[in-house]
């Protein structure tokens, strides 16, 4: 299966071709993405999207460091301010995509299917993102959504860690 590639446009922007078989870049999917990053500020901005070549534009965040690191490095990173923004990028975005999909036909929903730590960072100026929007697909009866369940645990063990390193 080829790769997924990423390309510096400028300071602002970058270009992200999706390989076909996972998901098809098309105008729903633009539309359905760009909904909800209108109402949540940790979803990575996208500004245009190719259906020929399965690709878009999207913010260019810089640096970033994925948040599971982060609170590994607590005195480096995290404040009590940036924990909540990660509980709440998280937590927001799945609700989000859960109350969106009630718009939708019979049981699919619009999630992103690889919502983990992996996929929420933070960037230098201490903004937490969630990133790999090319992973919200619609999907039929939450299909390949173990991944949310299973960040909540490890996000949890991770802020224990935390305040374990913290403590000590």
């Known amino acids: 299966m080829a790769e997924n ?21 098309n105008k729903t999917w633009f539309e359905y993405y760009s909904q909800l990053s209108k109402n949540n500020k940790y979803l990575v901005k996208i500004f245009t999207m190719d259906a020929k070549t399965n690709s878009f534009t999207m913010e260019n965040l810089g640096e970033v460091i994925a948040v599971e690191q982060c609170l590994k490095q607590s005195d480096k990173y995290v404040t009590k301010e940036v924990l909540c923004d ?12 859960i109350e969106f999909s009630k718009l939708l036909d019979n049981d699919k929903f619009f999630v992103h299917t690889d919502l983990s730590l992996c996929n929420i960072v933070m960037t230098k100026d201490n903004q937490i993102k969630v990133i790999d929007p090319d992973s919200y697909t619609i999907v039929e009866k939450l299909k390949f959504t173990e991944k949310f369940y299973m960040s909540q645990i490890n996000l949890m063990s991770n802020i224990g860690i935390y305040y374990n390193i913290k403590d000590n």
Not at 5 to 25: A, M, Q, R
Not at 88 to 93: K, R, V
Request: glycine share 6%; hydrophobic share 45%.
């Open 86 to 97: 990660i509980i709440l990028a998280l937590t927001q975005t799945w609700a989000q995509g």
């Open 5 to 25: 590639l990423i390309e510096k446009i400028d300071h602002n922007t970058i270009k992200k071709t999706v390989n076909k078989g996972f998901i098809d870049i």
